[in-house]
């Protein structure tokens, strides 16, 4: 006797979605158990890169003689956009520098420089992820600084799970898809977590944007409630990696690679973890 399977009010869980917010302001007034859940929520792929150096931002700014308004201590841009920096000169006459990580910018297609009376304006076109670091405005021998953090936009389901009825015995799928191949997408059953694991019943398939949840012979443990999330932040990946290299003896030689976000990492000689010394050098600047 055949016996029906049903997996029912299959659902998908997406970011929350809402008006444009502050996210620097809700990290500063978070409690630190609270900072992954917002990660998820606003799409940071860089949270902990974006609370390192929200310690560093200065509460509060001293008066200054060369400026009349300063700029702000952060500012935020969804990837693809268009930033802003403003100041106000005390004295128009004042010959002010731009600088992007203590780099001088210089007037480009990307980098747009602009006076309107005392103000002093610098746009950012198509900000990327190589946009996110420290800017310094000098004017004689006065600057002020902000952080700008380039955000991407969150991972999305982009076609939703769909109610399935089937009998004992048959082969289930559910699929979905997502605004993103590099997306991290969970599973659950009943909100427990689903693993692919070697001896789990339940194997996940990727293929680019589309994710698989597959069921070789469903049984009637099997009928459920079943949900995918997309986390809204993508997995670190080498973008740079590092590459054979010959040297003779006695020579010095540099190792470098680079990946998606602004994280520290960690260095491995055989298996074994490197430390920083007076003969081995490890610097960690931006990727």
Not at 10 to 37: F, Q
Not at 146 to 163: A, D, G, M, S
Not at 181 to 192: H, I, L, M, S, Y
Request: aromatic share 8%; hydrophobic share 35%.
């Amino acid at each position: 006797m055949l016996h029906a399977l049903f997996i029912r009010d299959v659902r998908e869980v997406k970011p929350e979605e809402g008006p444009e917010i502050d996210v620097w302001e809700i990290l500063k007034n978070a409690s630190p158990n609270e900072y992954e859940k917002i990660a998820f929520q606003y799409g940071i792929t860089d949270l902990r890169g974006m609370l390192k150096r929200l310690k560093r931002m200065r509460r509060e700014e001293k008066k200054s003689a060369a400026f009349s308004k300063i700029l702000d201590p952060a500012y935020q841009i969804d990837k693809g956009g268009r930033v802003r920096f403003v100041v106000e000169l005390a004295d128009p006459t004042v010959e002010l520098k731009w600088y992007k990580n203590g780099q001088e910018i210089r007037p480009s297609a990307k980098y747009i420089f602009e006076h309107k009376g005392n103000q002093r304006i610098l746009f950012i076109n198509n900000c990327t992820l190589a946009d996110d670091a420290a800017y310094q405005v000098c004017a004689g021998d006065e600057k002020c600084s902000t952080e700008l953090f380039v955000r991407e936009p969150p991972v999305l389901v982009t076609k939703e799970l769909e109610n399935i009825s089937t009998y004992c015995g048959e082969r289930v799928e559910m699929e979905c898809e997502v605004s993103d191949e590099d997306a991290n997408v969970k599973w659950f059953k009943n909100g427990v977590e689903i693993t692919n694991e070697p001896r789990s019943r339940y194997r996940l398939k990727v293929d680019g944007k589309k994710h698989t949840l597959i069921i070789d012979e469903a049984d009637r443990g099997d009928s459920a409630t079943y949900s995918v999330m997309t986390t809204g932040v993508r997995p670190l990946k080498i973008l740079q990696p590092l590459t054979d290299m010959t040297i003779n003896l006695g020579k010095e030689i540099h190792l470098k690679c680079e990946i998606s976000e602004h994280v520290p990492g960690r260095w491995y000689r055989n298996g074994q973890l490197i430390h920083g010394s007076d003969r081995v050098k490890i610097f960690h600047k931006g990727r």
